[in-house]
């Protein structure tokens, strides 16, 4: 990897794209307004974004309408549109640390996990789904022998993808990859907070020769373009990772508009279940503080609330606090930081709030604690551990969004399992135990669309990413991710 200096020197040579992306070029947002675009770590500015709004999505739509019923990507052979799309992933390849440095300017998570995590991981999510693009096959259903019944998947037409600031590169290749795949037509609009990768990302493709106007990129906020576009007749599909209380604003526009369908990946309060009987305590400890320490945070997986087994907690919690050390708040371009800045003033006065809530209903700040902004140096938290918590606190029940874990203890299974269901939310959880059996019968009945035994966040392109309850419904990744994007037809010919 790249010295501290080397990058610094690099992000200074960036050429930043701050304008829309409609029909294969760049241009202003009609209104002519603009938005600022800040570096959380500094608090300067990096570029003036275009604030796209209803008449930008107009222009998108139609442009992504009309390229899709020309056929020209849609119709294409699967064969050449899996060509195009392993070409855009080599591009994105040969301009890897661009991406990564776009990212933590933009959002202010550490060079190190981009260059680790997101910009590999996000290039594998293109290829792997390009790749399966001439392996999914139509079914012949069993009718009589007077007919024949043929089902196809065929492409739903404009998708419309809405995504979060957290992972910018990386969410928005799990929603756009799978929809391109299967020949649609996609107006993205990435959050207001860190647009720039996914406008380089579309500038890109058209580079690898995807068509004009297959892929739009409107930069904005959710009130006016992401409102548009979820109320737009002329979508047909839409696509959503945020907070659970925008999740259930976008379904309603569906069903004010044109019933649209809406895959949505919303808001996770993931509990993590440490048994007496875990492998070794020290890795568990480990384990639990990147799970919630890891991009600051920010993370919808991230397991907030942490449940250990009563006999163990005191030992448990000394190492916890030996491994949340490792997590110090520095800057993102030096590849030694392993916690970045916050992504704006909001999100780090979210983070005292909840801080402030959890010692006012009883919680012990035994690490971290309250941040110490100071105006112009960025905007940095602390790993924050609280102990003596409770699923009756509020900083337990809700989402923060943030590196503050709430430690609570159990006696027995099945308490644990009844304190990791009692949320809302239902989209990631993890179990430590060297009991097999305890590990199939834990994550049979935890209410969660993915379960991680001994790790967690694990997974690459093959296995699917997506919750239940409050949480959402759909999945990204893997075959499962294009089954939101087709249309499922049935052909019957009478022989």
Avoid at 11 to 27: R, V, W
Avoid at 48 to 77: I, P, T
Avoid at 197 to 223: K, M
Wanted: glycine share 10%; aromatic share 8%; proline share 4%.
């Amino acid at each position: 990897m790249k010295s501290y200096s080397e990058w610094k020197a690099q992000s200074e040579t960036l050429n930043l794209h701050g304008q829309a992306y409609i029909n294969g070029g760049f241009q202003s947002a009609v209104s002519g307004e603009t938005f600022p675009s800040i570096n959380p770590a500094t608090e300067q500015l990096l570029v003036d974004v275009a604030s796209c709004d209803e008449a930008d999505v107009n222009l998108a739509v139609e442009s992504a309408r009309q390229v899709f019923r020309s056929g020209v990507w849609s119709e294409m052979h699967p064969r050449q549109r899996k060509q195009i799309m392993q070409k855009w992933a080599d591009l994105i390849e040969q301009h890897k640390d661009e991406f990564a440095l776009l990212d933590t300017m933009d959002m202010g998570k550490s060079i190190s996990e981009m260059v680790n995590i997101d910009v590999p991981d996000a290039i594998d999510c293109i290829r792997w789904t390009a790749e399966s693009i001439d392996k999914v096959y139509g079914e012949i259903a069993p009718t009589g022998e007077d007919t024949l019944a043929l089902i196809s998947h065929e492409p739903v037409g404009v998708v419309g993808a809405i995504t979060p600031w957290n992972y910018p590169l990386l969410m928005v290749s799990w929603k756009i990859a799978p929809a391109l795949a299967a020949g649609n037509s996609v107006v993205l609009k990435p959050s207001e907070k860190s647009p720039l990768s996914a406008l380089r990302l579309a500038e890109l493709a058209t580079e690898a020769g995807i068509p004009d106007g297959v892929l739009n990129v409107l930069p904005g906020f959710g009130h006016t373009a992401g409102k548009a576009l979820a109320l737009h007749m002329d979508v047909n599909v839409l696509a959503f990772t945020g907070s659970t209380k925008v999740a259930g604003m976008l379904m309603g526009y569906a069903g004010e508009s044109n019933m649209k369908r809406v895959w949505l990946e919303a808001g996770g309060k993931s509990p993590n279940l440490v048994f007496a009987d875990c492998a070794d305590i020290k890795s568990a400890a480990a384990g639990a503080a990147s799970a919630i320490f890891a991009n600051q945070g920010e993370v919808c997986i991230a397991c907030s609330r942490l449940y250990v087994e009563k006999s163990i907690k005191d030992e448990f919690i000394a190492e916890l606090i030996e491994a949340a050390g490792r997590f110090q708040p520095g800057d993102p371009l030096n590849p030694q930081t392993t916690m970045g800045p916050m992504v704006d003033g909001v999100q780090l006065a979210t983070v005292e709030r909840y801080i402030r809530s959890a010692q006012e209903e009883g919680g012990n700040v035994v690490m971290g604690g309250l941040p110490e902004y100071k105006e112009g140096e960025g905007f940095y938290a602390k790993p924050t551990i609280v102990t003596d918590a409770h699923n009756g606190m509020t900083f337990v029940k809700e989402e923060i969004f943030g590196p503050v874990l709430a430690v609570c203890e159990f006696e027995t299974e099945e308490e644990a399992i009844a304190l990791a269901n009692d949320s809302q939310y239902g989209l990631g959880a993890a179990v430590w135990t060297s009991n097999l059996s305890r590990a199939h019968r834990v994550s049979r009945k935890i209410e969660s669309g993915m379960v991680w035994v001994n790790t967690w966040g694990e997974g690459d392109s093959t296995v699917p990413f997506g919750g239940v309850k409050a949480s959402g419904n759909g999945r990204d990744k893997s075959l499962h991710a294009l089954e939101k994007y087709t249309d499922v037809k049935n052909v019957l010919i009478r022989l």
